[in-house]
């Protein structure tokens, strides 16, 4: 079997971006762009990946991991210098190079695969992947002979009228020989006006000795975008989007609105959960079948149970149950823990809690580092008062428990099994199961003190 390799380049400074983020960390779908290029490399079983770094290496290697080996350009002298540098690593082996960029993080692996498959079988040197521009105005072009054979690449500032009108466009990945491109690599000349390397004389060389050179033609010109500005940015988040939100709708989810949803690289949805518009779904979520997601939530690394409903509500690194209702208007904030059956409603706000099965906070309320049996019901603005200024302290309620509205529960503090707590008190020590605790300033009435008021007044 031939062996394969892969030369990540990821070197240039990106300065269209006109940002202070190296160019290939900028986020697709949440992740760094170059992250994007380098997981559809992993289905291609390769025996060595090679990222060549330069402008923001560090940031690089430390995004990449051990995913890769490195390589540093230290000056960025042009494609051709820049796989130069990975001589030392890949010169003297015997196989397939794939030579793909660190800005192109739509093409998927199904694509690398097949450019690969067509190169070995064709026998060829080099194969370019090629697709056909809509808009071929900056690219090179393509030029095949009467036999439809690739005579050559020519850059748009050198070709011609009719060249100008081709559409096929080099995408800037191809696959080598790997001797016969370190081979060629040794003959590349830096004389042109940018004094630079370019990979595409490669080619060039190959055809002077003879050697056979082909072009894979992918018809999805949208995953061969690079990322060169603002503008590609946004084109490719909104490409990404739809690819994935196709994907789970192929999968038996129902998106009401595809285009107003948007669903991260790394979440997993069941059959039957229905999104609403205004959706973002991020980070390592898992919905379960049934629920429902939506209008205008967030969700974050968090799992949602089956028959679950959450409404205009933010959920951040949370466990929510099976036939949950959550919202409108809530947050879950991290390591919020609802089990089955659980309401939460509108303008509560719940963090390091869990809620046991059937707990009720309707609205209007503060639930945070506490621990709530099954079937307490909270009423409208309840807080658990956690921190002292220092320290965080935890509230225990147990099961059955009924906290009247407007309660403070002064931290740390244990509510009973099946306790009251009357409206308005301000608990400060524990209360027994099945108590009532009363804990408010006695009421005074003042006979006809309003009419003295009302005469001031006039």
Do not use: W
Request: net charge negative; proline share 3%.
């Amino acid at each position: 079997m031939v062996k394969r390799f892969a030369v990540v380049l990821a070197a240039g400074q990106g300065t269209r971006m006109k940002s202070s983020l190296y160019k290939v960390l900028h986020p697709i779908a949440g992740r760094p762009m170059v992250l994007h290029v380098i997981d559809q490399l992993k289905s291609l079983q390769l025996n060595k990946t090679t990222t060549v770094v330069g402008y923001g290496a560090e940031d690089v290697t430390s995004i990449i991991g051990e995913k890769s080996e490195y390589v540093t350009q230290e000056e960025q002298l042009g494609t051709g210098h820049a796989v130069m540098q990975a001589e030392e690593l890949l010169g003297s082996l015997e196989g397939t190079t794939l030579i793909v960029c660190g800005d192109t993080p739509l093409i998927t692996g199904k694509t690398y695969e097949a450019l690969i498959q067509h190169h070995e079988s064709s026998g060829a040197k080099a194969t370019i992947l090629t697709t056909n521009a809509p808009n071929p105005t900056g690219y090179g072009r393509v030029i095949r002979n009467e036999d439809n054979e690739v005579e050559r690449i020519v850059e748009e500032s050198d070709a011609t009228e009719s060249e100008r009108r081709i559409q096929e466009i080099n995408t800037g990945t191809y696959c080598f020989d790997n001797r016969a491109l370190f081979e060629a690599l040794q003959n590349v000349s830096n004389d042109n006006a940018q004094g630079e390397y370019y990979l595409t004389d490669v080619i060039e060389i190959l055809k002077h000795r003879e050697e056979k050179v082909e072009a894979y033609l992918t018809f999805d010109y949208d995953e061969t975008i690079g990322i060169n500005d603002r503008v590609a940015l946004a084109k490719a988040e909104t490409i990404f989007k739809s690819r994935v939100n196709e994907q789970h709708m192929r999968n038996g989810v129902t998106i009401i609105d595809p285009d107003n949803c948007y669903i991260g690289p790394n979440v997993i949805i069941e059959q039957d959960v229905t999104i609403y518009p205004g959706t973002m779904i991020t980070g390592k979520t898992t919905i379960k079948s049934k629920a429902t997601i939506g209008p205008n939530t967030e969700i974050q690394n968090s799992t949602i149970g089956e028959e679950t409903s959450i409404r205009q509500s933010v959920v951040i690194d949370s466990k929510v149950g099976n036939h949950v209702k959550v919202g409108p208007y809530a947050h879950l904030r991290p390591e919020t823990d609802l089990e089955d059956e659980v309401r939460v409603g509108n303008f509560v706000e719940l963090k390091n809690a869990s809620l046991g099965k059937g707990s009720k906070a309707s609205h209007l309320s503060y639930i945070g580092d506490a621990q709530v049996g099954s079937n307490v019901n909270f009423g409208c603005g309840t807080i658990t008062v956690n921190y002292d200024g220092v320290k965080k302290h935890e509230t225990v309620i147990k099961s059955d428990a009924f906290i009247g509205c407007n309660t403070n529960l002064i931290a740390p503090v244990t509510i009973g099994k099946g306790a009251f707590t009357a409206a308005g008190s301000t608990i400060t020590k524990d209360v027994p199961d099945h108590a009532l605790s009363v804990a408010r300033s006695k009421q005074v009435n003042k006979e006809n003190y309003a009419l003295r008021l009302t005469k001031r007044k006039k």
